[in-house]
T-cell receptor, first 114, second 115 residues
Framework: NAGVMQNPRHLVRRRGQEARLRCSPMKGHSHVYWYRQLPEEGLKFMVYLQKENIIDESGMPKERFSAEFPKEGPSILRIQQVVRGDSAAYFC????????????FGAGSRLTVL | AQSVTQLDSQVPVFEEAPVELRCNYSSSVSVYLFWYVQYPNQGLQLLLKYLSGSTLVKGINGFEAEFNKSQTSFHLRKPSVHISDTAEYFCAVSEGQGGSEKLVFGKGTKLTVNP
């Protein structure tokens, strides 16, 4: 039973390009959460999704960032027109039921913006 | 709003020494409390969690933590550390049952175990 799979593990983009980060939750998990870890900081909540629904996006920047979790396929975190300040590690977590006490984290995707 | 303070950003210790990593939280509601470990270039691994019941929680790799409601603390301890415990440790809090889905993390404590 594979854990939470994130890809790519490392992504390099130039300013103005788009970044797409993918997260496949654990088998049987229908709740997905995205967190961002800036250098020297703890993780910060971005968005919580269930299949085809965004439940809580209170941590998402207002512009350039979007997330989806389609009926089929992985969850995608999309960052348009990246800037250097977007350089961070982006972690996905999943759970079978709702609740912060039952999360399984992926290994993260590290985005570097040149 | 909830917040988590990890008082020490870096903790160096010698192998086989005891260690305590401090965590204080602020919340106006009942909470769940967590400690996660992050090894270099890896994701987060859950060490232990407090949901309810006994205030002394035992986790993996010989770690334990004690929930102190009056002091709003959840300090992590290990009586004898190994070189392999070198990692970054994050304390996190969420609202209790029926509350928020979000975890609020502290800034982390880098534990370095020296031979």
């Amino acid at each position: 039973n594979a854990g939470v799979m994130q890809n790519p593990r490392h992504l390099v983009r130039r300013r103005g390009q788009e970044a797409r980060l993918r997260c496949s939750p654990m088998k049987g998990h229908s709740h997905v959460y995205w967190y961002r870890q800036l250098p020297e900081e703890g993780l910060k909540f971005m968005v919580y999704l269930q299949k085809e629904n965004i439940i809580d996006e209170s941590g998402m920047p207002k512009e350039r960032f979007s997330a989806e979790f389609p009926k089929e396929g992985p969850s995608i975190l999309r960052i348009q027109q990246v800037v250097r300040g977007d350089s961070a590690a982006y972690f996905c977590a999943s759970s079978r039921v709702s609740g912060a006490n039952v999360l399984t984290f992926g290994a993260g995707s590290r985005l570097t913006v040149l | 709003a909830q917040s988590v303070t990890q008082l020490d950003s870096q903790v160096p210790v010698f192998e086989e020494a005891p260690v305590e990593l401090r965590c204080n939280y602020s919340s106006s509601v009942s909470v769940y409390l967590f400690w996660y470990v992050q090894y270099p270039n890896q994701g987060l691994q859950l060490l232990l969690k407090y949901l309810s019941g006994s205030t002394l929680v035992k986790g993996i790799n010989g770690f334990e933590a004690e929930f102190n409601k009056s002091q709003t603390s959840f300090h992590l301890r290990k009586p004898s550390v190994h070189i392999s415990d070198t990692a970054e440790y994050f304390c996190a809090v969420s609202e209790g049952q029926g509350g928020s889905e979000k975890l609020v993390f502290g800034k982390g404590t880098k534990l370095t175990v020296n031979p």
